[in-house]
């Protein structure tokens, strides 16, 4: 059987991607940064998602 794997559209993670990428040193300023970890992802994700709802 063969299976071809293809990127799927997800502009959420792109953006994130995006964002990501343009960081210089430590990403939100912890004590002992190890790079990415959960207090990145919430302080990148979190203002989009409460957000999101009152562009419309």
Known sequence: MQAKRIVGHAPR????????????GPCVGCAGC?????ALFDAILVPDLILRDRHA
Do not use: K, S
């Open 13 to 24: 993670t792109q953006a994130l991607a995006d964002d990501l990428d343009t960081l210089q």
């Open 34 to 38: 190890q790079g990415i970890c959960q």
